[in-house]
């Protein structure tokens, strides 16, 4: 199992594979028609909304995470995996270095326990020993927005072939997770198996953008680490992480036009390379998480004015008189910060055609930061107060226009979608802001009115990162407060309370901020929590309520428990779910001896 058997199959060859694998999906042929079925999504929807109090539905004990769309399962049969299990990838799929890659990637993920010697019983009717793949589009181009991620998934009870169908290739790899789930280890009998079959899955997300956001300027975050992060990213089925890569404290990221930016980087090696980071985002895309930049501006701007050059000092306050106490001066808004600004995205926002290189950052959305700017610092700064003087604004109208013209270079000179912090919206600018801005909502329940009248009235896209409950790192939140809160569905935090205001949502994100922590206590900090976060970003908005053991089986601590455990197996420092994690000490212990399922 530590090397998968890959059989590929080209479509041109033997077309009719391919036509039947899809017809196996669509239709649950053999003997997934007729037959006797639960419908474990819709349990799992009931038992968390308590209408099936105190039930419990064993055959819905394959526990999944993030539950599926659509999840049935059949009798309590029980089908064996041979261990020498066979992929074959029709048509497009054969040609596909990220399927060919996933598939390895897998193979031991699925077989947890290691290969066993099963070669005797191989030739048993009942084991299955193949998975066929298909995929409409196999491309793999970089994810979007618009990436189709559905699949479908049939387990049959009688030794045929498990068959995968995706749209794409990232629905592909959702399906080669899933199926990692459900194959379970009989300690017994010292084989692999997957209980209930039949078992037929057609999933997709709710949301396209599934976000987290790592903060690595504050204290610097070895790539590693970020691996470590985007694996667990892709277990749970989580698609864009979010590098605030820049902030007051340091500024880690190469430039070669301005080689002294990352001057003010902590030490020599705690810096990123232009480099290493193309080969992170390369990692990321074959796992299906895009990796999405933020190079803060106008505000938490200082360590990057330490390495501007002479020709661009005058963009940088010296200092700002009202805010003596604080390093967070904004960028001055003048015609050279815009140029400088250009110049240094076009280091990794555009192709480079000299070395036929495309972008390092190819995602379609780029954030631009924004974020608590200080307009009395406007006000105290001649320079700014001359340039503002002569344009007829004032100083309240410099912290919008620099948002707005940052979002305008963006869109229209790198192609991207911008980004922004919700603070120049609700603070200076409302209906003043450029409408092609999504807005990542941070501030917390006092805004949620305009947090609906900016996806609802004004129509701009918002992305749900609401700090209470999703800033991680304020510790005043836990595993309940997180899987309740839904943007599309109002209990007094920052959400929209219309189908039409719900569309403009393109998705949530948590974020972890690094200013007490480091990487030394990132994961667990991160985990089971943003795990969490996955189930209301990924799955039906009809799972309401965070149930224990002792209201349904299996409820949603059952399944989180579960995949904590899954997931410490592969090598992920998950803390344990029923304890709360301490801001003190960056972390929670299990306290007594027992399973990792029940912490």
Known sequence: ??????????????PESLFEAIAYTEAFARDTEGG????????????????????????????????????????????????????????????????????????????????????????????????????????????????????????PSNGHAIVMHAATVYGAMHALETLSQLVRFSPSEEVYHVTHAPIKIHDEPRFHYRGLMVDTARHFIPIAVLEKVIDTMAYSKLNVLHLHMSDQESFPFQSLKFPDLWSSAFSDEERFTQREMRQLVKYAHMRGVAVMPEFDTPAHSKAMCKGVPDAYVGICMDTCEPYSDTANYPLRPIKATFTFLKEFLSEFLADDETNNLTAIFPYELYHTGGDEAKTKCYEADNATVEWYTLKGMNASSVWPYFVNTNAQMVSEVFGRKPIAWNDAYTDDGNSAMDPRLTFMWWTTPEYGKEFRQCAQDDGHKVIAASGNPLYLSLGEYDNKHIYEYDPCDCNGLNCVNTTEGCKNVLGMSTAFWTSDFDASNLLGALFPRTVVSAERMWSSPDLKGYTNSSQASPAVTDRLGDMRCRLMQRGVPVLPIFADWDVTYAGSRPGEAGSCMNQ
């Open 36 to 155: 006797s079925y639960t419908d474990c999504s819709h349990y799992a929807v009931e038992s968390s909304r308590n209408v099936t109090k105190n039930s419990s539905i064993p055959e819905c004990y394959n526990m999944l995470w993030p539950m599926p769309v659509n999840y049935m399962v059949g009798s309590e049969s029980s089908v064996r995996i041979a261990s020498k299990l066979s992929f074959k990838l029709r048509g497009d799929a054969a040609d596909s270095e990220i399927m060919m890659e996933a598939v390895q990637r897998y193979a031991p993920l699925i077989f947890s326990h290691g290969a066993i010697d099963d070669t005797s019983d191989d030739d048993d009717a009942g084991a299955i020993s193949e998975v066929v793949v298909s995929i409409d589009d196999a491309s793999g181009g970089y994810p979007s927005l618009s990436t189709d991620e559905s699949y479908q998934l049939v387990v």
């Open 1 to 14: 199992a530590d090397d998968a058997d890959v059989e590929v199959c080209s479509a041109s060859v033997e």
